[in-house]
């Protein structure tokens, strides 16, 4: 990622207009959409689980089913994203979001519910990389964009401060299905904000390679899928599935060898600090969704606590995500996003030592929160820095599928945790959180030793 700051025009300090400010709001809650969907849910795993008689396989895929078609479309979303008018997509994927919302209230039984998770995992993915082609084209001044990314990741943030006790207190009062209807509301308002002319995007002429993002979709649900049945020990069908992957991956290669439109930007790819850059992006949503899956089976499972004190229990690791994204936007604007990116994954590997060692050593709740309010403002550092990061390196004309790229591995990193972390349950809850501190480890490592890249003219 890049060091350099150079100075912007003036124009980029002046503030926005009206009607720009009110696009990036409702392009913020559009986001705050998608992440709320991913932190309503855990807290009503138990749950779901007694009514539906689910496994913790299908509790895993009523998670990864959303996280999977999300990651996995992504790319092609980012891509479409700048051929087609990133706000059409925006607006698409926002109502398509909306309905599937309402439909999984009434899910009569859990393949009814998996199916609607992916569709709404698809329409998250049109929204995602095309905001943030919308916020490249309303705010063009590197400083100024680092404020609206700011704004941005603090409303969506949000989502995960309310996300935990929302949902504890829906599902108190009405049960799991309850947590899906909160979405239809906010859908609405987010249709009536992005409405007029200061969000319409360019259309661009790029070809999308559709046999290329199918390869690409199948690489990721394949995984996933090998990673949870091992974890159910369920050998065979990891087997089929791991072999399935590797065919998958090979036909990916061949396929971009030759591609006049590759999925993946080959430019961005080819420099190390983008690399390890994404690696820190994965690294992030690996401990942070891979941890609200797991923690609230041991606060309501282990520790007896009921949904609404399981959602209470969450927010040392949820103020953060809207007090710190404005003081990281600033810094990103005066240093760069490098330091906030490194000090980030900082505190995600020390969260997750702390976290596990509060179950090992069974330290009680002050532990927890020491190890949840690290975890929280390591997050609330790395991903807007990471996003400021991308987006000033993306080419012309290219935001949309480097906000994909960058989404992706994003929820690349979030579908692994669950499924890993989710797996190594079995071993233990505290084994998993350690899983979780050494991969932000490794990639605080990798990011330090890597040298870091310039802006995009």
């Not at 009569?108 to 709404?120: E, F, H, N």
């Amino acid at each position: 990622m890049t060091l350099v700051n150079p100075s912007p025009p003036r124009a980029a300090y002046e503030h926005p207009a009206p009607g720009r400010a009110r696009a990036l709001t409702g392009i913020s809650l559009g986001y705050f959409m998608v992440l709320l969907d991913m932190t309503v849910l855990p807290v009503a795993e138990p749950d779901l689980a007694s009514s539906l008689g689910t496994s913790m396989a299908g509790l895993q895929w009523a998670t990864t089913g959303y996280t999977t078609a999300f990651a996995a479309l992504l790319l092609s979303a980012g891509a479409a994203a700048d051929r087609f008018g990133a706000e059409r997509l925006f607006r698409l994927g926002t109502t398509v979001f909306t309905l599937a919302s309402l439909l999984s209230a009434v899910a009569p039984a859990l393949w009814t519910l998996l199916l609607l998770r992916a569709v709404s995992g698809v329409a998250a993915a049109a929204c995602v990389p095309a905001s943030l082609a919308m916020i490249a084209q309303l705010y063009p001044g590197p400083a100024a964009r680092a404020r609206a990314v700011s704004t941005w990741a603090a409303i969506s943030g949000a989502a995960v401060a309310t996300g935990p006790i929302v949902g504890g207190a829906l599902v108190a009062a009405a049960g799991w299905r309850s947590v899906f209807l909160v979405n239809v509301p906010i859908g609405l308002l987010v249709l009536s904000l992005t409405r007029g002319r200061s969000v319409v995007c360019p259309r661009g002429d790029r070809r999308i390679d559709w046999p290329a993002q199918l390869a690409a979709a199948a690489v990721l649900a394949l995984l996933t899928d090998a990673l949870i049945a091992a974890g159910e020990r369920g050998w065979g069908h990891a087997a089929w599935s791991s072999a399935g992957f590797a065919v998958s991956v090979l036909a990916l290669w061949a396929r971009e060898r030759r591609s006049t439109a590759p999925v993946l930007n080959r430019a961005l790819l080819r420099s190390a600090a983008v690399r390890a850059g994404l690696l820190a992006a994965a690294a992030s949503n690996f401990a942070l969704t891979g941890g609200l899956f797991v923690l609230p089976l041991l606060l309501q499972r282990e520790w007896h606590l009921d949904p609404l004190e399981t959602g209470l229990a969450f927010l040392p690791l949820t103020v953060p995500f809207v007090a710190n994204p404005p003081v990281t936007g600033r810094i990103v604007a005066r240093v760069g996003p490098r330091r906030p990116i490194l000090a980030g994954l900082g505190l995600l590997a020390a969260g997750g030592v702390a976290l596990a060692g509060a179950v090992f050593a069974d330290g009680g709740y002050p532990w927890l929160a020491v190890g949840l309010l690290l975890t929280g403002f390591g997050v609330s550092f790395v991903l807007p820095a990471l996003v400021a990061a991308m987006v000033s390196v993306a080419p012309p004309g290219t935001a949309g599928a480097v906000g994909g790229l960058l989404n992706a591995v994003r929820q690349v990193g979030a579908t692994l945790g669950v499924a890993s972390m989710g797996a190594a349950v079995a071993a233990g809850t505290g084994w998993a959180l350690l899983v979780s501190a050494g991969c932000c480890a490794v990639a605080l490592l990798v990011f330090a030793f890597t040298r870091p890249v310039a802006p995009a003219p």
